[in-house]
């Protein structure tokens, strides 16, 4: 027989207590590297910053897309992975049902995968 807590919002004094800790640590460490911390403004230190490059050029020049490309498969091959954790945590408790729907999640993966190195989306050289 479980014993249960009835909730209450007491049960959260904690959670409560450990953001205001942290907010305050945060708050107090600012502050001390605001008081402490050296001050030399100097012209070059107050000027806007642009990655330290002159410009030249015009800045609306069309950019190669295989920079985005590439990085949207690489945000959307992640997020695949990280749904191989539930199964790893609970694979005993799936069995075989649960396998079989992860070989079917392999399955599409390497589809996908394989349909992008055909269609040489991963291909820089042009």
């Not at 953001?19 to 600012?30: H, K, R």
């Not at 030399?40 to 002159?54: H, M, Q, V, Y």
Request: with cysteine.
């Amino acid at each position: 027989m479980l014993l249960q807590i009835p909730n209450t919002p007491f049960n959260y004094f904690p959670i409560v207590i450990q953001i205001i800790i942290a907010i305050g640590f945060v708050a107090v460490m600012m502050g001390v590297t605001h008081y402490l911390g050296p001050k030399r403004k100097t012209s070059d230190k107050l000027e806007n910053f642009e990655c330290g490059i002159e410009q030249e050029g015009n800045a609306r020049q069309p950019l190669a897309v295989k920079y985005f490309l590439v990085a949207i498969l690489f945000v959307l091959f992640d997020v695949e992975v990280i749904f191989f954790y539930p199964y790893a945590i609970n694979f005993r408790a799936l069995g075989w049902n649960g396998f079989l729907a992860v070989l079917m999640f392999v399955a599409f993966f390497v589809l996908g995968f394989t349909y992008i190195i055909k269609k040489g989306a991963l291909i820089w050289e042009d």
